[in-house]
């Protein structure tokens, strides 16, 4: 069967624009002047309908009944990402067998079970900083020796001491994600780990409504496409670029995920 993919680079943007938003319901669409007018626009979502079935996967996974989750969706087959796991071993062998991880907006552990059967035998502290709900369940039903939950970035790196930040699929979807790299700067974490980022090829950030595939669950809420060079020139403030990769395997027409991997400049 013909995929409409095979197209993209042909057809128009309003096309496109149509086919996702209308047919196959998902992706990004327009261009708000801030962040207040896309949340408008938006149709929310059962928060805890979510919540919930994000908790579901999370523990099947914790039970070993699945390899990861991600977005409460199960996958039954190991994925990493090559680039990731070079960083954290490399990491690993910079401390001396230690590996201390911020995982900013980390969910209940969706990267720490990814990874964490390529892991063993190191002295992982594995600290997710989230919303209340997400902590409070996640002390309750997940905190181990290595995985551990708190409410705020410095309660975080007092505790644990991290040697990484890492913000997975998170920045485009904080009403100021400038500003959260100046507080992971400020936190003197040595490296910081960008992952699943959607950035353009333009010179603007673009504040869009972003449809989630109802495979996953009916939901649309504000998310930044931010400009890769207005990102990098943010981050140059603080961070010198280590390397960068993309992050997902095929790039959508509006946008493509990429990864950076940064250390903070001394």
């Known amino acids: 069967m013909f995929k409409i993919a095979a197209l993209e680079p042909y057809l128009p943007p309003f096309l496109l624009d149509f086919y996702y ?139 644990y001491q991290p040697h990484l930040i890492l913000v997975s699929s998170v920045l485009q979807y904080l009403e100021n994600p400038y500003d959260w790299i100046k507080t992971f700067a400020n936190t003197q974490v040595p490296y910081l780990l960008i992952d699943l980022q959607p950035v353009t090829h333009q010179q603007e950030n673009r504040i869009t409504r972003q449809i989630v595939p109802p495979s996953i669950y009916s939901a649309s809420y504000p998310c930044h496409l931010l400009s890769e060079a207005t990102l990098k020139t943010a981050l140059a403030a603080n961070y010198q670029f280590i390397d960068s990769f993309p992050a997902w395997e095929k790039p959508f027409y509006n946008c493509h995920y990429k990864g950076y991997f940064l250390k903070l400049k001394v």
């Open 21 to 159: 938003e209308n047919i196959k319901k998902t992706g990004w669409f327009g261009n708000y002047p801030n962040w207040k007018a896309a949340s408008d626009a938006c149709t929310g979502y059962d928060d805890d309908a979510i919540f919930q079935k994000v908790c579901a996967a999370a523990l099947t996974v914790k039970n070993g009944d699945a390899a990861f989750e991600r977005d409460g969706v199960l996958f039954q087959e190991p994925q990493v990402d090559k680039n990731i796991l070079k960083i954290l071993i490399d990491i690993v062998n910079q401390y001396d067998g230690k590996l201390h991880i911020l995982d900013f907006g980390g969910s209940l552990g969706s990267t720490y079970f990814q990874y964490l059967p390529l892991l063993k035998g190191i002295d992982l502290k594995w600290c997710i900083v989230e919303q209340k709900h997400f902590v409070d369940y996640g002390k309750q039903f997940f905190e181990n020796e290595s995985l551990k939950f708190e409410y705020e970035v410095s309660a975080a790196v007092e505790k």
